[in-house]
């Protein structure tokens, strides 16, 4: 008796670890057809972050009592069948700068380590809409500024494939809680590059959508021209599916575009017949790591193969768009982080002299190394005397490389390449020398500048067993065309797990 | 580009930020480097290139002068380090 009693409890057990292991679509099937319940999913997440998050440092909150909270609410509606879409009662994790009521919101910065918002971001608000149980929030660089989450006041993630790498950013927490399997899902943000690239490093799917596509209301602003807010997950599947649910026009955000193609899980496609894809010749040079350079062409000879058309073509510009970027950026983020003043919210020196001397040094003592050196650059490149030198030609350049990119797409579907040009960095490589580490950024800025969606998925490892990262870039709203290119390249491939967590045993 | 004393004890006054002696120094090096390293842009042409802030033609969004938000003082209050009677609290700003 004893002896079933144990056996029932371990198959309990093993049911709970399959949990985490599942797509989000997996579960949300699941939970349709009671298979499991909302409760088993969100406790099965729960219990595998307070397991295994220790060692990774995926979250800066989690949020157990509301996601229970919201769990048994969800399950309520699913079971008078007011919830019928594949997300209601999915557990997901949200990056710690988009708006949650009533939870710590800190952007991973000192400034806003007590900022408790009273209104939630419109994209989680869609999420929970959908039915989706919102678990916590992750890990970040402070302010999205860096690409290896290491600027976090709260310490630095670490990659589940090997922990003395980094796991990419600036939305290392998302990228690194799937790969993790703390959670199936989550939503990052991406400036340039910051869900594509932590999703490469962690062998994980990520969209950056087009700007407009995706609102960012309640999402801190970093530089505003270029910010979106997208999925990360295990699959392309789960992330249109995502995409689909946060996607609407929302007029609270007045850069929000109202489009009515909405419906990425019609790009769930496995035909690339006749699809025409560029790889930019500039794109595979001398900086580019030969083991992901060769991975690229592998994928190419892959869709080649299912009866896509892959040439290569000269794309141009590819060198100016780090320098263009860094100034947009810096210059925007100097503006929009004029707000944290130690007045409205978050963090206010303790001792000051007048009002200026406090604004002073509550954002010195507030605002970490990266943070700071941005501010700093972005405020020169601002000011009389240097505006149109710098910002000004930024703008010009930007224009040059949108140009660029509509001329490849007169004669290309998607625009195919790396994520970057090296899998994950050891930590604390790339913090000593800025300038290196913005190099990083050479394939995903590019795509923020022209406002274009693109997808980052897995495409092969390194001889240290590293994921590769493989990135397609459509046309502005064109997302269903990198839909449907990375769908049918998924198909061909497993999905592999780190081997940390396929390891986990009973 | 050298960056002078002047031109970062400048800047730190526009981005309100006060940095260590420490600070400034590596401040100095970063930047000088960062506007080397962003010169690169004077390669190109753009005499006749339009600045181009966003890339999709956007409109000026427009609504009716109608108040849609309720009073929310209470809630905005919440977050603010201090607070007196409904406002937000800042030190004297003059005498």
Known sequence: MAAIRCLRHLTREADKMNITGMTAAEIGRKIKAKEISVIEAVTACLDAIEQYDKEYNCFVTVDREGALKQAIEVQKKIDAGELTGPLAGVPIAIKDNMCQEGILTSCSSKILSDFVPTYTAEAVLKLMEAGAVIIGKTNMDEFAMGSTTETSYYGETKNPWDITKVPGGSSGGSAAAVAAEEVPCALGSDTGGSIRQPASFCGVTGIKPTYGRV?????????????????????VTD????????????????????????????????????????????YFTEGLDSEIKDAVYKAAEVLKSKGAIVEEFDLGMVEYAIPAYYIIASAEASSNLERFDGVKYGYRTEQYTDLHNMYKKSRSEGFGAEVKRRIMLGSFVLSSGYYDAYYVKALKVKALIKQAYDKAFEKYDVIMGPVAPTTALDMGASLSDPIKMYLGDVYTVPVNLAGLPGISLPCGYDSDGMPIGLQMVGDAFHEKTIIRAAYAFEQTKEYKRPAGVSERGL | MIITDETIDYVGILAKLELSDEEKLQAKKDMSEMLDYVSKLNELDTENVTAMSHTFPYNNVFREDVVTNGDDRENLLKN????????????????
């Open chain 1, 239 to 282: 992330c249109a599916t995502i995409l689909e649910a946060i996607s609407q026009y929302d007029k609270k955000d007045s850069t929000s575009v109202n489009r009515t193609d909405n419906d990425f899980t019609t790009a769930l496609v496995d035909d690339v017949k006749g699809m025409k894809i560029g790889l930019p010749r500039d």
């Open chain 2, 80 to 95: 603010a380090p201090e607070q007196k009677d409904g406002c937000y609290k800042v030190p004297k700003t003059f005498d």
């Open chain 1, 215 to 235: 609102s960012r209301y309640g999402l801190i602003a970093y530089g505003s021209s270029l910010d979106q807010i997208g999925p990360i997950a295990k699959d």
